[in-house]
DNA sequence: TCTATATTTCCAGAAGTATGGAATCGAACG
DNA sequence: CGTTCGATTCCATACTTCTGGAAATATAGA
């Protein structure tokens, strides 16, 4: 992943209101959320978010899908998951010995595909 | 973590010079490198590396250390490992089976305790 | 104390980002 | 078509960040 991808996502998120909207579109997955009620729920004024929205998707960290007249935005966790991932690829670039164990691993559900309901 | 310190390290990193600067910065772990060095190796004017590295350090991402006249300066890891967990924690906040396993698995040594020789 | 070296602070201009009102586009429906 | 509603684009203003020259601070050594 190139380094401007990397700062184009950070940069993305680490603005409040957006990282409130990404954060929003992530508890709202896998349905997603229309961006007016988006801009209802969080107060924002409908242009203002749709800028906001047009950052987040040029980072590649949400995805807009027209349903009628309603555009629905879905949060794209993998592409968050890959920021991270090279941030900490990065970290430890030839001497992963440097590196605490880098865990996120309270994410992992402790079954994924033995049981599921 | 709170949001606040969240957005501040994101944005920290979400700049070509200070991304430059943190990943040199790790390189050169554990030992750290003085702020002069730095500013010769990455070719930036002193002052503007300054202003650079307190930002860096505002947002916890490296720590200073005095040394005579020089003052050496080091990333710290921990600090960035705590930012992407809480990303990703906020990412599953609840619903844990929506998150594709955020890895970062990559960086953890094979054998951490039990051989290091 | 005086000088030299390392780093930081002060300051100001340039560049970039955030915000929201008004106008525009797009889809549904009579 | 004309209206309505949802979303975006346009544009101007306010705000923040980036950058580096000049001055200040800190430490070491003669």
């Known amino acids: 992943m190139e380094s401007n991808e990397i700062i184009e ?8 209101t957006r990282l ?3 954060r929003r ?17 969080l107060a924002i004024p409908p242009n203002t978010l749709s800028a906001h929205l047009a950052v987040l998707a040029r980072a590649g960290l949400v995805s807009a899908d027209r349903r009628g007249r309603f555009v629905v935005y879905r949060a794209a966790v993998d ?3 890959a920021v991270t991932t090279a ?17 996120a691993t309270e994410c ?10």
Not at 30 to 41: F, H, K, M, Q, T
Not at 108 to 117: A, C, D, G, Y
């Open 25 to 41: 579109l992530v508890a709202a997955e896998p349905e997603g959320e229309a961006a007016g009620d988006l801009a209802r729920d």
């Open 9 to 16: 996502a950070l940069a993305a998120l680490a603005q409040t």
């Open 20 to 22: 409130a909207v990404f």
């Open 87 to 103: 941030l900490v690829a990065d970290c430890c670039g030839g001497r992963p010995e440097l590196c605490n164990p880098p865990p």
């Open 79 to 81: 592409r968050l998951t």
């Open 108 to 117: 992992r559900p402790s079954r994924t595909s033995e049981v599921s309901s």
